[in-house]
């Protein structure tokens, strides 16, 4: 095509530069370069996608919509770079992120999860060059001159040097492809890689004589970075290089939390050990170079730096919920809920997914489908009813109340594991999966953040992920407050001997026993301190309704929030 085209029928430009049914037959052609079924609609132009202001790449040439699945091309940056007629190419590459590479999003986040055992320092991320070569290597099967004029055009718009990373990317197609030397790195980058790193040109043959020899994914991607590590650090300084620039390099969709989750326990359990054991017999990687053992959430930080996610705080906290949601089913035993339905009016409210130990009958399999199309079987979505009545107040032992302390003893669960989090998570579960309600208190020495009344297991889960910090301040008019306000419910505090201490305050003794008057049961949970509780304040400790548990350790607290649970829900 030309620029300026018309399309045949004597109508104006689909964009500038750009005929509409130009671009029906480069759909067209794309589509069948890989020869498969593909769901999705036509391309459309960059600026009309509901996704495009929440891209993380600058100026992006090209992706897909991750809300639509719409594929999307920036037309105006094609036309720029002079590589117009190389719209057919650009299409088959995004297809090919979305039939091959990678196969799942669940083996992309397993990836991106490898990537910081394998490459802990950087701060970037090669993943998303790793897919680009596999799918440029099978588009260039046919069209390597059209992604030549990508990389040129790119190159053209980013006066040299290079990022060293990039250049020996480009070197790889220019021995993958048979291109003479200079036709993707210009000169002045390649004497610069010359004399930094001397020997990037047989690095980069070599590379492709070994690469595409390799059968298995985790395999390849062990190699991938073995190498790639050279290119990194610059030989002079130390530094890292940043993460380079690249076209078509931010148009892999994302993993869902749920994928990270599971990607992590994965991790966790030895996915890609086979590959790194193998890596390192190959003489790849060096003993010492890969992190052997990481927990949950040092690979959420490597994540989270790797630039994964978008926005990192939200997506920090997507990542811990889903991985303590992990810990809650590990203490709780997942049974479908099958209660009978209420004969209390509700409202049809948000949807929000479906996870195991939700009510089968409560998904919504038109919307799922709707939403999900093909995937609506394997995640499908259920449907949020609210309470009409749902301020007013309820009676009976479903109703549970929590006070967590997160005083500055106690780690920020979305960065550290704390077990008193998990303790107060598995307690809401097991009282909302036997039909109950959750609210909570989240307390150190300020102001406790409160919750209302919580029904679903995952809000309860991520509410219990605040974090107050500070000194230790029990809220004892709060704790007054709700005890006149709903009776006849279960309370339960968690907390360390700081509780003991909160006691000599003067509202302290009177709150907690007027609170105990009034509830179900009022249960302390203290990982330290019982015998000072049983000696200075006898009347609480052997008060009819109160129940003190004394935890030996941290690491015993959520097998006591285990029992504590069996003995309160699964009579």
Same mark, same amino acid.
């Given at each position: ?15 500038? =530069? $750009?005929? *509409? ?13 890989? !020869?498969? @079924?593909?769901? #999705? ?111 040129? =055009? $790119?190159? *053209? ?13 480009? !070197?790889? @197609?220019?021995? #993958? ?129 790797? !630039? ?264």
């Amino acid at each position: 095509m030309t620029k300026g085209h018309q399309d045949s029928s004597g109508g104006s430009n689909f964009v500038s =530069g $750009f005929g *509409a049914e130009d671009v029906q037959q480069a759909w067209e052609e794309a589509l069948a370069m890989w !020869g498969k @079924y593909v769901v #999705l609609s036509p391309p459309e132009p960059y600026g009309e996608s509901s996704d495009d202001d929440q891209w993380p790449g600058d100026d992006p040439l090209a992706f897909i919509d991750l809300e639509t699945r719409q594929v999307v091309v920036n037309y105006e940056l094609l036309h720029a770079m002079d590589a117009a007629d190389s719209l057919s190419a650009v299409l088959a590459h995004e297809i090919g992120h979305h039939v091959a590479y990678p196969r799942t999003l669940g083996e992309l986040a397993t990836l991106q999860t490898l990537e910081r055992q394998l490459l802990p320092g950087f701060t970037g991320s090669l993943v998303n060059l790793f897919l680009d070569l596999q799918v440029n290597e099978f588009v260039g099967r046919s069209d390597a001159e059209a992604l030549v004029a990508v990389y040129r =055009g $790119f190159r *053209a718009r980013h006066t040299p040097p290079i990022n060293p990373i990039f250049a020996f990317y480009l !070197g790889i @197609y220019e021995s #993958l492809w048979g291109l003479d030397q200079s036709t993707l790195v210009d000169m002045e980058t390649a004497n610069v890689m010359e004399e930094m790193f001397p020997a990037w040109r047989a690095d980069a043959r070599m590379f492709g004589h070994t690469f595409y020899g390799l059968v298995d994914t985790y395999l390849q991607f062990v190699y991938f970075c073995s190498v790639f590590l050279r290119y990194i650090t610059s030989p002079s300084t130390g530094d890292d290089f940043a993460r380079p620039s690249v076209p078509l390099g931010d148009d892999v969709p994302q993993p869902s939390p749920a994928d990270y989750a599971g990607a992590i326990r994965a991790i966790e359990q030895g996915r890609g050990e086979s590959a790194l054991e193998e890596a390192q017999h190959r003489g790849w990687i060096e003993d010492g170079e890969v992190l052997d053992e990481m927990d949950a959430f040092e690979i959420i930080d490597g994540l989270v730096q790797g !630039g994964h996610g978008r926005g990192v705080a939200k997506f920090r906290e997507m990542l811990a919920e889903r991985h303590y949601a992990h810990l809650v089913d590990r203490h709780l035993v997942e049974l479908p809920a099958t209660e009978v339905p209420s004969s209390d009016p509700r409202i049809p409210e948000t949807l929000v997914s479906w996870e195991p130990g939700d009510d089968p009958r409560a998904i919504d399999w038109v919307a799922s489908v709707m939403e999900r199309g093909p995937l609506a079987a394997a995640m499908p979505r259920r449907r949020v009813l609210a309470r009409e009545d749902e301020g007013e107040s309820e009676t009976g032992a479903t109703a549970l109340e929590i006070y967590l302390d997160t005083s500055g003893s106690m780690p920020v669960p979305t960065e550290e594991f704390n077990a008193m989090t998990l303790a107060g998570q598995i307690l809401s579960a097991a009282a909302i999966r036997s039909g109950g309600r959750v609210r909570a208190a989240i307390y150190s020495d300020g102001d406790p953040i409160t919750s209302n009344w919580l029904y679903g297991e995952s809000t309860a889960r991520q509410f219990l992920l605040n974090y107050a910090g500070g000194g230790t301040r029990f809220p004892f008019g709060l704790l007054r407050e709700w005890a006149e306000d709903e009776p006849r419910v279960i309370r339960v505090v968690i907390s360390d001997r700081g509780f003991i201490y909160d006691l000599e305050r003067e509202e302290g003794p009177g709150a907690v026993l007027e609170a105990a008057d009034a509830s179900e049961l009022m249960i302390v949970i203290l990982t330290d301190g019982t015998e000072l509780l049983q000696k200075g304040w006898p009347a609480i400790f052997d008060h009819r309704n109160t129940r003190i548990m004394g935890v030996a350790s941290l690491t015993d607290l959520a097998s006591v929030a285990r029992r504590l649970a069996d003995a309160l829900y699964r009579t």
